[in-house]
């Protein structure tokens, strides 16, 4: 995990700016026994929808023709949120086995239609995300939080976090899920999502 910092007003290109990462962010470092005490919170905890930015494209996400949109409009019975930094090294390591969860996610008929994933650049700009994005060739939508708005909402502190939220239309968010850290299955993870969002799929 890495704690995020105050915004930097990086605009160098992408090899000096993982290069100055590697200097200018501290780096807290994650065990494997104080990664079984990370908690899971429960659905009691409500969380208001947040509007995004739109700079990629959001047939994924069941929406098109829109600059702005919020998490409640998304096309989805739940939504996965990746809080990362471009900057955040447990994020670059872990950026394949997220690939591998959207692409077990797409490749389940029961969960294609109702679980999205996303990605949120806690502190990043859209170019620091498209950095990101091309570098680790990441398959589903990276949205920008240069301002920390939706980091703030979301009450994240550090990357990579995995929030998981049940999207209900026009209305705030029940979060089932904080996962402070990465994962190193993906089907235990998925089968975790599954569990906590009491997701009901037809013949399981």
Request: net charge positive; glycine share 4%.
């Amino acid at each position: 995990m890495t704690k995020i910092k105050k915004e930097l007003n990086l605009r160098f290109i992408p090899f000096i700016c993982f290069l100055l990462a590697c200097f200018v962010f501290p780096v807290l470092q994650v065990s494997a026994s104080s990664q079984s005490n990370l908690s899971d919170s429960a659905n009691s905890v409500t969380v208001p929808a947040f509007e995004i930015t739109v700079p990629v494209t959001l047939e994924y996400l069941g929406l098109a023709g829109e600059e702005h949109f919020k998490s409640n409009q998304i096309k989805a019975e739940i939504i996965i949120i990746e809080m990362f930094s471009m900057y955040c090294p447990h994020c670059q390591r872990e950026a394949p086995l997220v690939n591998e969860l959207y692409n077990a996610i797409e490749k389940n008929a029961a969960f294609k239609d109702k679980i999205k994933l996303i990605g949120i650049g806690a502190g990043n700009s859209c170019y620091e995300v498209d950095v990101f994005r091309k570098k680790y060739e990441v398959p589903f939508p990276l949205f920008p939080d240069k301002s920390f708005a939706i980091t703030k909402i979301l009450k994240v502190t550090e990357t990579p976090t995995f929030v998981g939220l049940k999207v209900k239309k026009d209305k705030d968010h029940n979060q089932f899920m904080f996962h402070v850290a990465g994962f190193e299955n993906v089907s235990q993870f998925l089968k975790k999502i599954e569990k906590l969002s009491e997701l009901k799929t037809e013949g399981r």
